[in-house]
């Protein structure tokens, strides 16, 4: 896991750039779908509503998580951000990918002409330099902290309020950019067939993000395990520190937005003292660090191992 930390762009910045940006679709598109009557603009509504429901529980997440630890949370409360994430995929799946495909069946069962249709492809174009400009952002942030490439930083299991806001805001952009090659296609042919098929994928689009948020937020709520090769490099910079034999048992999971929790179980050698074995501590945990600046929390058990088991190590 790299280094790198984000400069100049914060989580919070991402998620209400998020927000402002799906409040502007939200209002543009509810009084376009009003005017048009398109299947397809109804869907970037519906769409907006979700992400703007998202981005506030998202907000809300975000605030919950910073509280300081006490009696009752002696860990904290990072780990809370996982659940309100959980809550804005959601949100995505019901308040918007639901009404969308309900919105595109109509207009297959009962079509109706568009009244304006260059005003709804005007607005869809609207939605997609917003949406684009809000992913623009969630990127940079992924990537900076990622310290890699964006596929990468996407992967792993950290940043949830990050990743959220990027997902959406891509699907957000995904689906004005399907809905306008279905209003387009409607100006020119005449079929209002792709209006609602315009609003059908944008529900698929929706339904799709939202399953893969939740199975995110699944897995960091059930204590997701960093990915092999981080916990390889946690390994290396351990048994690389002096006095350590072995590592019994190693566990690193996300314990919050930006943070991990390292849990180990060493072999010591035997002829250390009180201060000798406080002092490798010490160094373990200052080169777990060094290696996965992330890490909030470091456990360490220590299980001397009696002569016979060195022997025959």
């Not at 402002?20 to 009084?31: A, G, I, W």
């Amino acid at each position: 896991m790299s280094a790198k930390r984000s400069s100049g762009i914060s989580a919070r910045r991402v998620v209400v750039v998020s927000f402002l940006v799906d409040v502007l679709d939200v209002v543009t598109n509810l009084v376009v779908a009003l005017i048009t009557g398109s299947a397809v603009v109804f869907s970037e509504m519906a769409q907006g509503v979700a992400d703007s429901a998202g981005s506030a529980l998202l907000v809300v997440g975000e605030r919950r998580a910073r509280r300081p630890r006490d009696a009752a949370h002696p860990l904290g409360y990072e780990r809370e951000a996982f659940f309100w994430s959980l809550l804005s995929a959601v949100a995505m799946l019901v308040v918007g990918a639901g009404p969308s495909a309900w919105r595109g069946w109509r207009q297959i069962v009962d079509p109706q002409p568009l009244e304006a249709p260059l005003l709804a492809i005007a607005v869809l174009v609207l939605a997609i330099g917003t949406n684009g400009w809000a992913v623009s952002l969630s990127a940079r942030k992924l990537v900076r902290e990622g310290g890699g490439s964006l596929g990468a930083a996407f992967r792993s299991g950290n940043r949830p309020l990050v990743k959220s806001a990027l997902l959406r805001d891509a699907v957000g952009t995904f689906t004005s950019v399907v809905g306008l090659v279905a209003l387009c296609l409607y100006q020119a042919l005449g079929f209002v067939a792709f209006d609602a098929a315009g609003a059908l994928a944008a529900a698929v689009m929706m339904a799709v993000g939202a399953l893969f948020l939740m199975g995110q937020a699944r897995a960091l709520i059930t204590g997701r395990s960093l990915p092999e090769p981080d916990l390889d490099r946690i390994r290396a910079v351990v048994l690389d520190t002096p006095a350590v034999e072995a590592i019994n048992q190693l566990a690193a999971l996300y314990s919050g937005v930006d943070e991990v929790f390292v849990d180990l179980d060493l072999d010591l050698a035997e002829d250390l003292d009180t201060t000798e074995i406080e002092a490798v501590l010490d160094d373990v945990e200052e080169r777990v660090r060094g290696r996965v600046p992330e890490t909030g929390r470091v456990r360490i058990q220590l299980n001397s191992p009696e002569p016979e088991d060195l022997e025959a190590v």
